[in-house]
């Protein structure tokens, strides 16, 4: 009873800081202080990098992005700063991810008419509905799949073109051509998935953040650490998992760049398996400009293909 009253008393008072940023004599957070109406770039507050990413390819130049979550950031455990609160409360346009990634801040968001819901598009029989401690949602690492992920794509060309008409063809093409990008990821992905015999398509990592990969790519995956890096595994599910990295035979298990590292290196020592030395982008992009050169092909880390690309790279070499 006290601690429900405790998180009663703690989401109020996040909504009332909430509500109270962005009024008059607020800092500006944009480039332009001028409003949408009067000719400036659409302002747009967008919650992960993934989602920050997506924005940024459909909207291109014609839109002014705010990234509420930087790379490496955990955004199950997101502690916002009054920025933040108030690009939310003055952008036209907010993106975020959902299905209770952002967990809290997810409550807040919701409360502004300018939010879209970019997994909004999904059918509930696509999603993944994990059998955790957050069983009353679904798993909402939904961009594991670069499929799936695709269907964000018209919630954000719609919620654009319904605000800036004028740029409306243009926010049209960029999605269709994007659409494209993700396919041929995905085909690329299945391609490079099949140089790792099925016997070895076992995946280990911090945290259940591969759900979607696993089905994409036909993969077992296990993680030590629940939906949330925050939703910790007990003694039992620790010495169950060494059992099965043994008894698999695995050659290496992968930490992740967004996850304290200390878990899988425990993991590893007592299993006797190597860790890899490529962090995997699970919950959050790498860094924007990073580029990383496989194979002959060179990509930005901090863009969501050069994340799925990194990934895939790091696990197939990894495990083949």
């Known amino acids: 009873m006290k601690r429900d009253l405790f998180k009663l008393v703690a989401m109020g008072l996040s909504l009332l800081v909430f509500n109270s940023c962005g009024g008059k004599g607020s800092q500006n ?50 502690s916002s700063r009054s920025s933040d609160r108030q690009a939310l409360k003055s952008a036209d346009l907010v993106f975020y991810n959902g299905l209770h990634l952002e967990e809290t801040l997810q409550k807040n968001i919701e409360l502004l008419k300018t939010a879209h819901r970019v997994t909004s598009g999904m059918e509930k029989s696509e999603l993944v509905q994990p059998e955790e401690k957050y069983s009353a949602y679904a798993d909402p690492h939904v961009w594991g799949d670069p499929l799936l992920w695709s269907k964000t794509i018209d919630v954000v060309v719609d919620a654009l073109v319904a605000k800036d008409a004028k740029n409306g063809e243009k926010y049209k093409e960029r999605g269709d051509a994007y659409r494209k990008e993700l396919m041929d990821l995905s085909e690329w ?49 620790v010495e169950e998992l060494v059992a099965f990295i043994r ?29 890899s030395d490529k962090e995997l982008y699970a919950d959050a992009t790498g ?34």
Request: aromatic residues 8%; without cysteine; hydrophobic residues 40%.
């Open 29 to 78: 957070v944009w480039e332009s202080a001028d409003g949408f109406e009067s000719g400036a770039k659409l302002k747009i507050a967008a919650t992960t990098t993934m989602v920050q990413d997506l924005v940024k390819v459909i909207g291109g130049d014609d839109v002014e992005i705010y990234g509420v979550m930087g790379e490496g950031v955990d955004p199950h455990s997101y």
């Open 189 to 237: 992905a299945k391609g490079r998935m099949r140089e790792v015999p099925a016997e070895r398509r076992i995946l280990v990592t911090s945290h259940d953040a591969f759900m979607y990969y696993a089905r994409a790519f036909d993969f077992e995956v296990k993680a030590i650490d629940g939906l949330a890096p925050g939703d910790k595994s007990g003694p039992k599910k």
């Open 247 to 275: 008894e698999r035979q695995l050659k290496m298990i992968f930490p992740e760049s967004a996850a304290n590292k200390k878990g899988i290196e425990a993991i590893a020592k007592d299993a006797g398996v190597a860790v």
């Open 287 to 320: 860094k924007v400009g990073e580029l990383e050169t496989v194979n002959g092909e060179t990509y930005d880390l901090g863009s969501y293909i050069g994340m799925i690309k990194h990934n895939v790279n790091a696990i197939v070499e990894g495990l083949k």
